[in-house]
């Protein structure tokens, strides 16, 4: 029988993990991406599928309510399924388990599909015959739209797309975008906070030996926001706003 709702049991390997010994955000991302296709091959709608067809799927939204991330060698419980689909998006909702069954974290994403020729959106009605939507929503409601930063008039730390962060539909992976983030954030803030909510809208897709700069801003005392874009024409390729609480542990330590 084809699951509505997709499980798999992980265990969090030491290359998932930072140096605190929890999974990384990237790395968490990369473990939703894995259960999305895995799911969505099952529904006959995976990458294969769709690349056979002359499609592929995009996510465009994402957000994660966290209330600890696992640690090295814990095992946990990722649970997904897709919700109904609009037009043109389908949104899919993530919970992950501790061994107790308690929630560690809770999240949505919106997915698209495009044409590989144009890179242009396809009505999800040409797809969703088999996904079996399900109503119950981890957040009660969609992935928020982050407004736009101002960004300097001279863009900084710029860098250039490599052949490592390049996945199979020749873009960036999604999962560097998070790391390129979370990398620019100030490291002795990182060190005294736990992320508590991730919040990322995809924009455009950056390409091998595309140009990009990231711009981090402190927000609030408890939030950054980061874009990534192209210096050449300021064209933004994801933005990304991060809430923290402060890490009591490393407060007493």
């Known amino acids: 029988m084809i699951p509505a709702i997709y499980e798999n049991q992980f265990h969090i390997p030491s290359y998932f993990v930072d140096d605190r010994a929890e999974l990384t955000p ?5 473990l939703l991406q894995e259960m999305s296709n895995n ?4 529904l006959g709608a995976g990458w294969h599928d769709l690349r056979q067809k002359g499609f592929f799927w995009v996510i465009t939204r994402l957000q994660l309510k966290i209330k600890r991330m696992p640690q090295w060698t814990e095992s946990v419980l990722l649970r997904s399924w897709v919700r109904k689909s609009d037009a043109a998006t389908s949104p899919r909702d993530y919970e992950m388990l501790d061994a107790h069954g308690n ?15 144009e890179g242009q959106p396809q009505r999800m009605d040409q ?3 088999g996904f079996l939507p399900q109503e119950r929503s981890t957040l009660d409601r969609k992935p928020q739209k982050i407004n736009a930063l101002q ?3 001279t863009p900084k730390n710029l860098k250039e797309v490599l052949p490592s962060d390049i996945d199979m539909n020749h873009h960036v992976n999604n999962a560097h975008y998070i790391q390129w983030a979370f990398d620019s954030v100030n490291e ?9 909510e991730l919040t990322v809208n995809f924009l455009s897709q950056a390409k091998l030996g595309d140009c990009y700069s ?3 801003k402190r927000v609030s005392d408890t939030s950054y926001q980061t874009t990534l874009y192209s210096p050449e ?3 933004e390729y994801c933005r990304i706003l991060t809430n923290w609480q402060p890490n009591h542990n490393h407060l007493n330590s």
């Open 26 to 30: 990237n790395a968490l991302l990369s």
């Open 39 to 42: 799911h969505a091959s099952i």
């Open 103 to 117: 929630t560690l974290i809770a999240g949505s994403s919106v997915w698209a599909i495009l044409d590989t020729a």
């Open 127 to 129: 797809f969703d015959g």
């Open 151 to 153: 960004l300097p008039d």
């Open 188 to 196: 002795s803030f990182r060190q005294s906070h736990q992320l508590q």
């Open 214 to 216: 990231v711009y981090s």
């Open 233 to 235: 024409n300021r064209q």
